[in-house]
């Protein structure tokens, strides 16, 4: 059986008015996603993104 993995943009906190939401086969796909999304939505750099707020985000990756 495979997972699939989900992160919604309002589970993070300020974005709760986000409908953002992304699904994909592996963790990686929805760290892409996540990053394109930040851009396009939200005009953010991912790059810029410190080590913790990557390890809060990454927590708020779940099992679809």
């Given at each position: 059986?495979?997972?699939a993995f989900t992160y919604?943009?309002?589970?993070?906190?300020?974005?709760?008015d986000c409908p953002g939401r992304v699904t994909a086969?592996?963790?990686a796909e929805v760290w892409?996603?996540?990053?394109t999304h930040?851009?396009?939505a939200h005009g953010?750099?991912?790059?810029?993104w410190s080590d913790e707020d990557r390890a809060?985000?990454?927590k708020l990756i779940?099992?679809?």
């Open positions: 059986m495979t997972t919604a943009c309002a589970d993070y906190p300020g974005m709760e086969a592996t963790e892409k996603l996540m990053e930040a851009v396009e953010e750099d991912p790059a810029a809060y985000l990454g779940k099992p679809a």
